[in-house]
Structures are given as C-alpha cells and as structure tokens.
C-alpha cells in the first residue's frame, strides 16, 4: 500500500463528495431523488454532520480500494475503463439488484447508480493524471 498516492487518494475523495453535492442538488437530480425515495425535502431539516462526516470517511476508504486496485502510475484510459467498471459494473449493477427486491424504482436507481459511475470516473481521472 506504501505505492498509493495518498493525497491524490484524499483529492479524489474530496472532488466525488463534492461532486456528490451537486449530483443530489435541486439543481440537478435532487428533487427526482426525493420524490422517487418518498421524501419531503421541505419537510425534512436536512442531513446531520455526522451523514457527512462518515460519507466523507467512506469516500476515502472507496477512493484508497480504488487506487489500490488500479496500482501505481495507471494510464488515463485505464483508469477511466477501470472506473466505469467499478461504477457501473459493480456499485450501479449491485444496487440494481437490491432496488429490484426493494421495489424501488429504475428512477431511483438510475440516480443513484448515476452517481458512483460519476464518483469511480472522477476517481479514475485523478488517480490516472496524478503521477
């Protein structure tokens, strides 16, 4: 683990939380999400520091997995191949198939699926331009 760039680690994980931020934003998919996932976004007072606090936490282990995985110095492309495979053919296929036994919708699912293609992508472009 000593090949790991960690600071490009904590730069990627920053870029997807906050990347995160605008996904789920009303300016982009946040009222879709609320009103797929049954939610009042006027009613509600809004996320703790703690949800923050422990997504960031996460972001890093996710970002850390995903440099170990891809190993030192990756090529672009390969990064970003490698990134579409976590997103999309891990992160977005796995919780498919928990949304098709929660009933949730393919609306529902393609936002959030959406998203960690988006986080693993920007992973991908950090890990593979910071040499």
């Given at each position: 683990?000593?090949?790991i760039n960690y600071w490009a680690v904590l730069v990627a994980a920053a870029l997807s939380?906050?990347?995160g931020g605008l996904?789920?934003?009303p300016a982009m998919f946040g009222n879709l999400w609320n009103r797929e996932n049954g939610s009042d976004p006027k009613g509600q007072?809004?996320?703790s520091a703690r949800v923050f606090g422990v997504s960031l936490v996460l972001s890093v282990v996710a970002a850390a997995a995903f440099a170990y995985w891809l190993?030192?110095?990756p090529p672009l492309s390969s990064a970003l191949g490698y990134g579409l495979v976590a997103g999309l053919g891990f992160?977005?296929?796995c919780f498919g198939i928990n949304y098709q036994f929660a009933q949730r919708?393919?609306?529902l699912w393609a936002v959030d699926g959406g998203y960690h293609v988006g986080q693993f992508l920007l992973?991908?472009?950090v890990l593979g331009l910071w040499h």
């Open positions: 683990m000593s090949e939380f906050a990347f996904w789920y934003s007072r809004g996320h190993g030192p110095n992160v977005a296929a919708s393919v609306l992973f991908g472009l």
